[in-house]
């Protein structure tokens, strides 16, 4: 199992900015598509963005033009920058493999008030 440690949450006010971070503890990372993932109270985990090894993303629909998923292979982190948050925005947020079975982190909690 890849350790995957997410940060970088908090809580913000409608319209504020957060960077999420991920930091994998194997290289296995790099050579992997990798996602940011999000579950709101009472509803299911749900994919968010993805990022290629090569860098190709990839947005629902809800956070295209706000957010911006991105990597740095060499420290085995990838990021996700949230703009112009959005009260719906509030949730856990996880990273894991897209096509690989790896456990779950902690996640890192992201709170958007009104």
């Known amino acids: 199992q890849v350790q995957l440690v997410e940060s970088g949450g908090g809580l913000v006010q409608a319209g504020g900015s957060l960077r999420l971070s991920c930091v994998a503890s194997e290289t296995i990372f790099s050579i992997n598509v990798m996602g940011w993932y999000r579950q709101a109270p009472g509803k299911q985990r749900e994919l968010v963005a993805y990022?290629?090894?090569?860098?190709?993303?990839s947005y629902i629909e809800a956070v295209k033009g706000r957010f911006t998923i991105s990597r740095d292979n060499a420290k085995r982190t990838m990021y996700l920058q949230m703009n112009r948050l959005k009260p719906e925005d509030t949730a856990v947020y996880y990273c894991?493999?897209?096509?690989?079975?790896?456990?779950w982190g902690q996640g890192t909690q992201v709170i958007v008030s009104p």
């Open positions: 990022i290629t090894s090569g860098g190709t993303t």
């Open positions: 894991n493999f897209l096509h690989l079975t790896n456990s």
